[in-house]
């Protein structure tokens, strides 16, 4: 198989030959058909993940077909479409046994704690615990765009926040978990305030449903925020993972207003400053939001079939394994508006 490998933190990525994955007992061998390129992979790649080991093939958001089971899987078989969260689940520990196996204590990541999706195939672990069958009107492509990014914030806005119709929620970066979750609180019917300083980022959100857009860098975004609101978002999202867009998120916020965490604070940016006298003050809610478990996607699934949620929206291109390997390294800067996701069969 083909595999995207890096040999040292911050090096060249190479495409090599590597021997094809045989699964333990009760993993599965995933042939890869399309695999997103998002931030963490960029964080793993910069050695800020410390579950990273050296050498290492990232990738994490997956779609593609079973190849081959463990003996001891009962649920799924080759052949089968299937695509998986980016934290999996031992299966047996107390998170998940009481359905939460994505903060599972003893999880596993492809492309993390083990060799990832920028590959032909991919090992998952425990799949009856994790693999997620993917109906067939739903494509590699669009099922690799659920990835972490778009579940994350499913689940951040619906589950954590509580999101509801005609609140304003305010989402702090516009890339592709912040253009989902514009997409997902749409579908709410809330009021959008999307933020980021690129304006093609912005014209997409725009294009996505935000109500109104704000660019930090010609205007305060609080004082913006509490002008338009009136009294503050009832929701806000910090989607990138920035000391500054972290603060404004929780500082933006109404009275009793619901802020989540979704954007990684790794490195330098591990501990941010955060305005707990307003969190005592006006009762506000903090939640982290860390993906989503298996149980989870069948009501997006539902969704995206009855058209009320397109995801593949949020595909600005499709690239192939090499050219996603050479974009990985450039992921901090490179231009991009929404997603772009590796299509194998490019």
Known sequence: MRAAVFHRFQGPISIDSLDDLVPEDHAAVIDVKACGICRSDWHAWMGHDTDVKLPHVPGHELSGTVADVGKAVRNFRPGQRVT?????????????????????????QPGFTHWGSFAD??????????????????????AASLGCRFITAYRALVT????????????????????????????????????????????????????????????????????????????????????QTCFNSIACLAKRGRH???????????????????????????????????SGYQEIFEKIQSGSLDPKQLVSNT????????????????????MTIIDFSI
């Open 160 to 243: 954590q926040a509580r999101l509801e119709h005609d609140q304003w929620i305010a989402i702090h970066g516009c890339g592709g978990v912040g253009l989902s979750a514009i997409m997902i609180a749409k579908s709410i019917g809330a009021k959008i305030i999307a933020i980021d300083v690129q304006p093609n980022r912005l014209k997409s959100a725009q294009q996505l449903g935000a109500t109104i857009t704000l660019d930090p860098n010609t205007q305060d975004i609080v004082t913006a925020i509490y002008e338009i609101t009136g009294r503050g978002a009832h929701v806000s999202i910090d989607a990138l993972g920035h000391p």
């Open 260 to 294: 989540v965490q979704v954007g990684l604070m790794l490195a330098q940016h591990a501990k941010p400053a955060i305005p707990m006298a307003t969190v005592i003050a006006k009762e506000l809610e903090i939640f982290g939001s860390h993906g989503m478990q298996p």
């Open 319 to 338: 690239v192939s394994l090499h050219q996603g390997a050479k974009l990985l390294t450039e992921f901090d800067h490179f231009p991009n508006a929404a």
């Open 84 to 108: 998986v969260p980016f934290c999996c689940g031992c299966g047996k520990c107390i998170e998940c046994k009481l359905g939460n196996s994505h903060i599972c204590d003893h999880h596993s």
């Open 121 to 142: 195939q991919v090992l998952i672990q425990n799949a009856d615990t994790n693999l997620v069958g993917l109906p067939d009107p739903i494509d590699f492509v669009s």
